[in-house]
């Protein structure tokens, strides 16, 4: 089975000092589960050109595919495009249809110096459509860069999907246990995962005012192996709870 991957670089200073928090990394993961891409790792980058661009080149050779939210505004601290056009040793200028999907938003006369940046795109990159405020996002090889606003980046991903080869889809089942810890089922989960390659297994222990039960999720590619591991893990959870 063929095992695509996707990391996710998410840009911006008012990330790492919670101002903002961010929510575009489980739309993302969301949206690529279904194409069989798997996201294998995610940062929060501030807003320094070096630093992105560096980070940008490392995620593209490692991952099939990369994902960068934030930076692409027309303020002064929007410097993603310059970046991710670093990062490739590309020059970047305003393109003529990146200028025409802004004239569409704001007319030849609101379209300022601080708004034409948007339009700035780095030599040989795809634009990417954004139906919401009509500033696009762009692809550079296997770099796709999109808006930080939430609204906006999902917009973007409409006209992504069909650019995307995914590989082997994840599943996962889950089986709940009530009036049990994690502690209780730690050897028993650590001896079902050792005996399943490729699956893994997680445990989440939910409470109102005082601990309830923990749930086990199991994930894999194989399906019929995950089957097995519900069973196994219906075993364990017997064997806890009834003795």
């Known amino acids: 089975m063929k095992i695509v991957t996707a990391?996710?670089?998410?840009?911006?200073d008012e990330l790492l000092s919670g101002r903002t928090q961010d929510t575009n990394l489980a739309t993302i993961a969301k949206f690529l589960a279904p194409l069989g891409v798997g996201v294998g790792e995610a940062r929060i980058l501030p807003d320094d050109a070096t630093l992105i661009s560096q980070t940008v080149r490392d995620f593209s050779e490692r991952f099939?595919?990369?994902?960068?939210?934030?930076?692409i505004g027309p303020t002064h601290d929007d410097i993603t495009?310059?970046?991710i056009a670093a990062a490739f040793n590309l020059s970047i200028s305003e393109r003529e249809d990146a200028l025409e999907a802004l004239r569409e938003r704001y007319g030849e006369d609101d379209l300022n110096t601080a708004r034409r940046r948007m339009a700035r795109i780095p030599d040989g990159a795809s634009l990417i459509a954004n139906p919401v405020s009509q500033a696009p996002g762009f692809q550079t090889h296997n770099v796709f860069t999109l808006a930080g606003v939430?609204?906006?980046?999902?917009?973007?991903?409409?006209d992504i999907g069909h650019r995307i080869e995914?590989?082997?889809k994840t599943h996962q089942i889950s089986v709940i246990a009530e009036g049990i810890g994690e502690g209780d089922?730690?050897?028993?989960?650590?001896?079902?995962?050792?005996?399943?390659d490729g699956v893994a297994i997680g445990s989440y222990p939910f409470f109102n005012n005082e601990l309830r039960g923990v749930s086990f999720v199991a994930r894999g590619r194989d399906l019929a192996q995950l089957k097995r591991v519900e069973t196994d893990l219906n075993a364990l959870v017997a064997t806890l709870t009834h003795g």
């Open 7 to 12: 990391g996710v670089l998410l840009i911006g």
């Open 64 to 71: 099939d595919y990369v994902f960068t939210t934030g930076g």
């Open 81 to 83: 495009a310059d970046s």
């Open 150 to 158: 939430p609204q906006i980046m999902r917009g973007m991903l409409a």
């Open 166 to 168: 995914g590989g082997a």
């Open 185 to 196: 089922a730690a050897a028993g989960l650590a001896e079902i995962e050792a005996e399943y």
